[in-house]
């Protein structure tokens, strides 16, 4: 089970700030992508720390276009197809990890990131709030 081992791997790896955001994402309707690059474009070019997005598999190109509508291709790395070594070291060299979605399932993105010892930002769903803790902060769309 990858979980299982995204924790043996996260607990031998060093936890850095290397000054970026993780979203962990996907591009099903229910990730909201666009809504998350709305946001993310929203935030003063000085202020706005680069993003990395993970988890949009064979649907990298389509990624690609949704960024190059909110024009801000420039701060933003669309990771491709990496082992679980490489992926659980995204998250722990993270300032932050986000997860922006309208509903999920279990909410395994949260889960990970709180395996990986980093503040969490995600949306206020129910997936999400059942794992509040003191790393999780949670939003609505309309704040």
Known sequence: NTFFRFEEIAKKNTILDLGYILLVTGVGDNKDLDGALKLYSSISKDERLPLKILGCGNAIERV???????????????????????????????????????????GRAVAEAKLSHKKILCTQISAFMEQKDENVYLYTNQN
């Open 64 to 106: 690609k276009k949704i960024i190059d509508d909110h024009r801000v291709q420039s701060e933003i790395e669309v990771i491709p197809f990496l082992d679980l070594d490489d992926v659980v070291s995204l998250y722990c060299n993270s300032t932050f990890i986000w997860a922006h979605s309208k509903y999920e399932g279990y």
